[in-house]
């Protein structure tokens, strides 16, 4: 399209006008022996077959210039697809165009390939996809078949140590500095229960953009992991229970998988009154304090909260004068028990983070809107982002078309008035129920959901209750990294954000993340906090898709009669048809 707009495009133009010029004058030449048409079989048929050629190159004109005027009014593409197989997730995206390096992909599979013939055409979109975002990314197609590419595969194989015989090797940078990963072909999938891919399986889960992506964010950040420590010990969420029971507040080690597959290392801490002494279990690391490789810790669901504990976590977070040694912190809880609604153990911990400027609420929030859920009704609300920080947090603008449905949700509310002046944090509402769903907060932690309903007294004091304003579930805060007060009031001080407290700590349960179709994304939820704490805007969104994949598994005699049968009925159907029209003809 270049050359129409360069210095030589009137060359163009001029041929296009001589070339509509001479067809105008042959037209307007030959309309002048129109009289003499149905004498003269040869002007006829000059005639005819000029009306014919005029009548296409005009068609052919009009399509074009409807194409062009359709392709300027209307660019954006659009993917029609059920498992949106030519468009990319926003985080894959703002992976993709986060890479500061040039980048070089080996696609080393036969079109065949040992994962069947879907594979090849999967990634070869995937890789389109990713080229149509960042047109540096170079991609190269070696097949392990052909003579001809035999070589180059095992001098890569050689020189970059990978022993697969399929698969993406993936290079980031410039010589002499090369870091590369290699993404094996049975890595692109994955069952439905999560294993590997096994022959013989007829439904697989294509995770080919997952995996590239991790690849890529795992170079762009130099190779270097994450390290996030989930307390425990203390009534937490297990990170090592992997169960998906009916309980949903007791493992999280499906999280912990997930996190341990985009390169984080996670690890548990069981905080200790003395250095030295022995975990609470096995895999769990025993300290007074926050290890000094941590990039955040998570508290998620915790029962109890000692001092001894309290004291680590607030020399973490507040790490001194050095901006660059405090923490960062995500607290995930949930609504007090009802069994004990004036339980004390919690408060400390409750009170610490009042001094981040985070209220947190002693209710639970129901709803009277039926949600399309199997869990209590009333205690399972419909969760969004707060759309006055859409334009000024990035977790607010990725999920603001993503709403979420958790359950058993307290209040959390970031405390705006009588905050004082040496305060650094400035904490807003993230996450919040709407009023449209009549939601209300329930102090009487005694009374169950199921009551309200039940009761007609209690029902009729609910039009009472129902809040008509927005109710704050989740707050983010951000610290001011100047220790001057004129500064932050001026705006004039940098903010970084530390502190994430959300009041649910059930979706990030075995049993939401391995059902979380109906919920939303929770898992993306988390790690775009993590992403949100880093301040990387690629970790922040949802996640990279996977597409199920059927594999029709036949006999080599089921694929000849696949074949030939089509063949067949094609055949038959030809001579029918001309069998008929000769019929017709005779008569």
Known sequence: MKIWHSRDGWRIWVCLVVLLSGLGAMFASLQAGRSEERSNPLLRRMLYGFNAVLGGILLLAILIFVNILAGLKLSAASDWTTQSLYSLSSTSEHILEGLSKPTKIYVIM???????????????????????VNDRIE??????????????????????????????????GTEPRVDHQFISAAALYTSPGGGSFMRGQDRQI????????????????????????FTQGNGEMDINDANSGDAPDVGAGVLKQRLEGDNYVVKGLAFSPVEGAKPPHPGLISSTKVPDDATFVAVVRPQRMPKYALDALDKYMKGGKDASRRGRLVVLLNPPSASQPDET????????????????GQDRVLCLRRMPFLVDPLKVIRVTTNPELTGRNPIAAAFANHPFLFDDVRTVDPVTTGISPDSRYQGQTLLQANPEDKIWAETNLRLSAR????????????PKKISATPLSLGVVVMESTSTDPHARMMGQAEDKPCLAVYGNANFVGNMFLTNEGPIGHPYDLFASTLGWLRERQPDIGIQPKKQDVYFLNTANRSHLRMALVPLFYMVVCILGLGTGIWVVRRR
Do not use: C
Request: hydrophobic share 40%; net charge negative.
């Open 345 to 360: 153990e919690l408060a400390e911990f409750e009170k610490w983070l009042a001094g981040f400027n985070v209220q947190v």
């Open 451 to 462: 009551q309200f309903l039940e009761d007609e007294n209690l029902l009729t004091e609910l």
């Open 139 to 172: 991609v190269e197609y070696l097949s392990p078949d052909l003579p001809a590419d035999r070589d180059r595969v095992n001098q890569l194989r050689e020189r970059y140590q990978f022993s697969d015989r399929e698969g993406l090797l993936v290079l980031y």
């Open 206 to 229: 294509f995770q080919g953009e997952s995996q590239l992506m991790t690849a890529l964010k795992f170079l762009e950040e130099g190779k270097e992991k994450p390290v996030i420590y």
């Open 110 to 132: 036969a079109q065949g390939g040992q994962m069947g013939g879907e594979t090849f055409p999967r990634v070869q979109a995937l890789l389109e996809n990713a080229r149509s």
